[in-house]
């Protein structure tokens, strides 16, 4: 059982917008900031989102993050097949010291 | 570019032990904190362990704690997992991370960028 709870699966249509719900406590994603990682197929995971909505340089922007309470959101609008993939969202945790990740999202296109 | 390449998985009996190494490349690896993070098959990912520069501050994930041991060789740009009493449930793919960092306002925000492709660990009689 994942410390930070995600939905383990979503899909949608290309072109469509989809939304990773992200939930943790006041001692993880309450108190600092929370990442969201993309893991193609058979691959290591790829940082998509930091610091709760920011994107690196070659993320495409219909990628975006947010964070409200002791939830976050990962939500891709234009859906593409090439966005077919498992997300994660992880944050530090403050009374575990340590990381926690959540369960995972597959993510397929439809 | 920045890289890293994990080495050293294998198969390996229960209670055995083995040591990933992580190579570090094209940046200046003294001056980040690394991990390791571990993924078994068909499941999710799982932070093991955390090393701070100059080795100040080392955590690790309790389902690891006092079987396995994390450090650095900064000389070598290099990172490492010690793996003691090894358990079939230690079977997974350890992958190395770099962590970045960022002060804010208030706090400071980390985070794992990149990542090397992975050693896959076997514990199996």
């Known amino acids: 059982q994942s410390v930070l709870t995600q939905p383990p699966s979503a899909s949608g249509t290309p072109g469509q917008r989809v939304t990773i719900s992200c939930s943790g406590s006041s001692s993880n994603i309450g108190t600092n900031t929370v990442n969201w990682y993309q893991q193609l197929p058979g691959t290591a995971p790829k940082l998509l989102i930091y610091s709760n909505n920011q994107r690196p340089s070659g993320v495409p922007d219909r990628f975006s993050g947010s964070k409200s309470g002791t939830s976050a959101s990962l939500a891709i609008s234009g859906l593409q097949s090439e966005d077919e993939a498992d997300y994660y969202c992880?944050?530090?945790?403050?009374?575990?010291?340590?990381?926690?990740f959540g369960g995972g999202t597959k993510l397929t296109v439809l | 570019e920045v890289q890293l390449v994990e080495s050293g998985g294998g198969l390996v009996k229960p209670g055995g032990s083995l040591r990933l190494s992580c190579a570090a490349s094209g940046f200046t690896f003294s001056t980040y904190n690394m991990n390791w993070v571990r993924q078994a098959p068909g499941k999710g990912l799982e932070w093991v362990s955390s090393?701070?520069?100059?080795?100040?501050?080392?955590y690790y994930a309790d389902s690891v704690k006092g079987r396995f041991t994390i450090s650095r060789d900064d000389a070598k740009n290099s990172l490492y997992l010690q793996m003691n009493s090894l358990r079939a449930e230690d079977t997974a793919v350890y992958f190395c991370?770099?962590?970045?960092?960022?002060?804010?306002?208030?706090?400071?925000?980390?985070?794992?960028?990149?990542w090397g492709q992975g050693t896959l660990v076997t514990v199996s009689s």
């Open positions: 992880a944050a530090w945790d403050d009374s575990l010291s340590g990381w926690v």
């Open positions: 090393i701070s520069t100059s080795s100040g501050y080392i």
């Open positions: 991370a770099r962590e970045a960092r960022i002060t804010l306002v208030r706090g400071v925000s980390n985070w794992f960028d990149p």
